[in-house]
Structure formats: structure tokens, C-alpha cells
């Protein structure tokens, strides 16, 4: 049984920085692709990074690239987002997500294709 759990969410001023992480159960070795969404209030949940973990391609949406990078630490078995410059804009709650056999992409693939999903984190930047 898959299990994400988020944390690292937290309130920071415009320009500042968090990391999340993602605790990944090993029932994650089924899927191959792992990544971070998130969901803005009134908003539809979004993709913010991906990583394909066969061959380790991480895709990024166009408002994370450049501030935000994902990582992995296989041996701590723990997913990263750390996000740099934050704006207003980037308050939402935040996911973990995984999926299992997922069409790699050059683009972060819909929710709807990941099966597992974190209880989120909050992410409030003012």
C-alpha cells in the first residue's frame, strides 16, 4: 500500500524560502512517476514538478521553473521541493503524488493520472 506523507509547509514572507518533503512508503517502487501538485483556493489542483524515476527526468510547470527544484533521496526514501523567491501567488496546499505507469511527458502530466496522493502541506507566502 502506497503511503505519502508532506510536510514542510509553513508561512513565510514574499521572497522567502521553504523545502517540503515527501515520505514515501516502499509500495512506491510500483510506480514510476513521482512529483508535487498543488491547490490554490478556488482554484483546480495544478502541477508544479515531476520526476520519472526510471530515468530520473524531472519536468517543471513554467511558474516553478527557475525557483523551485525537486529531488530525491532514495536512501532516506523522501521526495524534496525546495522553493526559492515565493510569491503571493504560489499560496496553496500543498501534494505529494505517485503513479504507476505513467506516459513520461515534457510537460508535468494532469492529477488525474496519479493514483496516490499526501494529505498536503500548507504553503502561505505574504
Known amino acids: 500500500h502506497v503511503q505519502l506523507v508532506e510536510s514542510g509547509g509553513g508561512s513565510v514572507q514574499a521572497g522567502g524560502s521553504l523545502r517540503l518533503s515527501c515520505a514515501v512508503s516502499r509500495g512506491t517502487s510500483l510506480s514510476n512517476c513521482m512529483g508535487w501538485f498543488r491547490q490554490r483556493p478556488g482554484k483546480e489542483r495544478e502541477g508544479v514538478a515531476v520526476?520519472?524515476?526510471?530515468?530520473?527526468?524531472?519536468v517543471y510547470s513554467d511558474s516553478a521553473k527557475g525557483r523551485f527544484t525537486l529531488s530525491q533521496d532514495n536512501a532516506k526514501d523522501t521526495l524534496y521541493l525546495q522553493m526559492t523567491s515565493l510569491e503571493p501567488e504560489d499560496t496553496a496546499m500543498y501534494y505529494c503524488?505517485?503513479?504507476?505507469?505513467?506516459?513520461?511527458?515534457?510537460?508535468?502530466?494532469?492529477?488525474?493520472?496519479?493514483?496516490?496522493w499526501g494529505q498536503g502541506t500548507q504553503v502561505t507566502v505574504s
Open positions: 503524488a505517485a503513479g504507476v505507469n505513467v506516459r513520461a511527458r515534457d510537460y508535468v502530466p494532469p492529477a488525474s493520472v496519479f493514483g496516490y
Open positions: 520526476i520519472y524515476t526510471g530515468g530520473g527526468k524531472i
